[in-house]
């Protein structure tokens, strides 16, 4: 299919923050499966050990910092209980802020992890079906930003075994700044694969809504994204 210049432009912004995202979150994964497998003890247990913890927090900080259109990136683990050891939710997020870098605290308290169940949550959930990278949104995250996200996340296995996830995050609200600056193009829509509405040129498309099947014409598919040509604007 050919495309005009703005829509040739569109998709390629879209292709470069998906590769530049998913590229930089199974750099973090690698990083810390890498760290697990190096520490002496080399088992899921260690990720509360001190020294460990500081090297998984030096590697989400560096891919905050150095990757262009995450907004914030984390570690999520959920380890199971043992007859000598209990449960434990491990959360090690950090995300930009104007004054630089700030780190979610909410692994200092057990309970408040435990009600924040990280395996009924999508990304965290859907990510070791999926064996790679996976994009889930877009949501409204409730525990860092309130804002409408996107979670890119990959699963980290230790000697086969599933011990957590690393994601990034972006914002949507940022995604739709650079779409905007980069590209004229009119009557589009990108959406997820569900069709849920990430992205729209048309004021009466708004983000979150599934689109109607009758309303476009997919005109790009990734393995994360559609972008979708109106053919019919909605009344409302």
């Known amino acids: 299919m050919s495309f005009s210049k703005a829509v040739s432009t569109l998709i390629d912004k879209i292709e470069d923050v998906t590769h530049s995202t ?3 979150t199974v750099l973090l994964a690698n990083a810390i499966q890498e760290a697990i497998t190096r520490h002496p003890k080399g088992s899921v247990q260690t990720l509360l050990d001190p020294t460990l913890k500081a090297l ?3 590697e989400i900080k560096q891919t905050v910092n150095t990757s262009r259109y995450c907004s914030g990136a984390g570690f999520a683990s959920h380890i199971e209980a043992t007859a000598t050891f209990n449960e434990y939710w491990l959360l090690e997020w950090w995300y930009k802020k104007a004054n630089g870098l700030n780190q979610v605290n909410l692994d200092i308290d057990q309970a408040t992890q435990q009600r924040l169940d990280f395996r009924t949550f999508e990304w965290f959930k859907l990510s070791p079906l999926q064996g790679e990278a996976f994009i889930h949104g877009p949501y409204v995250d409730y525990i ?9 996340a990959v699963p980290v296995y230790h000697e086969g075994h599933f011990v957590g996830v690393a994601a990034s995050d972006i914002l949507v609200g940022q995604l739709e700044e650079e779409l905007l600056a980069c590209s004229s193009a009119k009557g589009v829509i990108l959406t997820n694969l569900e069709n849920r509405i990430i992205f729209s040129s048309q004021p009466q498309s708004r983000v ?8 476009s014409e997919v005109i790009f598919e990734s393995d994360y ?3 979708h040509q109106i053919t019919t604007l909605s009344s409302r």
């Open 22 to 24: 998913v590229h930089s």
């Open 225 to 227: 994204f559609r972008l």
């Open 208 to 215: 979150g809504d599934l689109l109607q099947s009758h309303q």
């Open 144 to 152: 860092c930003n309130t804002s409408y996200t996107l979670t890119a």
């Open 56 to 58: 998984i927090q030096q």
